[in-house]
């Protein structure tokens, strides 16, 4: 699919440690000083999903491949990032090649951690992140606002209508709030795509917790909380440290023993890893046959014949249909086979919608 996560953060919260802990295919160095990463890490990792253990389960076939997502670990933000501190302007040109923010945010106190914040604000810290992004987009704005006010003079309709979105941008964003937060439509959106806005990226944040607040999290974390509710995005509650720990075990009877010692049925990585991958607007259907068992993603609101071009772009030219079964159908019924004779693997033409979880088949002719 292409579409990446960027983890972001002020210095020394945490980010590299998380993406190492997620990371499938790439270490990030974590080290307690300031610009720590410069170059952002990619790294792929593969999301958590029980089904596809299921099906491999029922199927029996010779390998099982899940579906991945990308994870960038982008360096510390600091105050003043939208004039260039702190090499902000490239640390900013990152963040805006991603299609969705991971914002670590520090919640535990530790006076062996590098902080020039002072002390332990979580609603700070975000303010401060925001705050450089909004800025940043406020001068895009405003850069392209004044081309369009030029433009606008000569009567096009279409100049015009982008005139009155980028004014709500920027009044909005002089207001301290976030584009995401504005409910511009499908067709204002399309006046400012080619802005590519930080703050117009969906967000969900993770609150690195110390060890004791990891199942119950603290006030630092409920803070953020609050402040983050009436933006509707999720809070992942963690310890980073932990989560590393539990992903560099290559053993799983040393993790389940790990995990069992801190009264853990999973590691919170794959919750954030699961949101990430929603927050991406992402979904999955299943190809399931004796050679393999395979998670394919695509995007919410594709029909079959889109679904089909991530196994090869000659499914979508020659796409005649796709036999289709519902996850619970194939789990109730054990088998591709048995769910045909119980009438429940379906025929389906262009303009079905791919639902997640689908099990599929596809025909084409080339």
Known sequence: MGLQAGIVGLPNVGKSTLFNAVSSSAKAQASNYRFCTIE??????NVPDERIDKLAELVKPNRTVPTQIEIVDIAGLVKGASKGEGLGNKFLANIREVDAIVHVIRCFEDEN???????INPVGDKDIIDTELQLKDLDSVEKKLQRAEKMAKTGDAKTKAELEVLKRCHAHLEQG????????????????????LLTEKPVLYVA??????????????????????????????????????IAEMDEPDDRALFMDEYKMKEPALNKLIRATYKLLKLQTYFTAGVQEVRAWTILEGWKAPQAASVIHTDFEKGFIKAEVIAYEDFIHYGSEAACRDAGKLRIEGKEYLVKDGDVMHFRFNV
């Open 177 to 196: 709030k976030n584009i995401r937060e504005l409910g511009l439509s499908k067709e204002d959106r399309s006046a400012i795509a080619d802005l590519f």
């Open 40 to 45: 952002p890490n990619v790294g792929l990792v």
């Open 208 to 245: 690195n917790v110390d060890e004791p607040s990891m199942h119950t999290g603290n006030k630092f974390s409920e803070a953020l909380k609050a402040a983050v509710a009436k933006e509707g995005a999720e809070v992942i509650v963690m310890n980073n440290s932990i989560e590393q720990q």
């Open 113 to 119: 951690i590098l902080r020039d914040e002072g002390p």
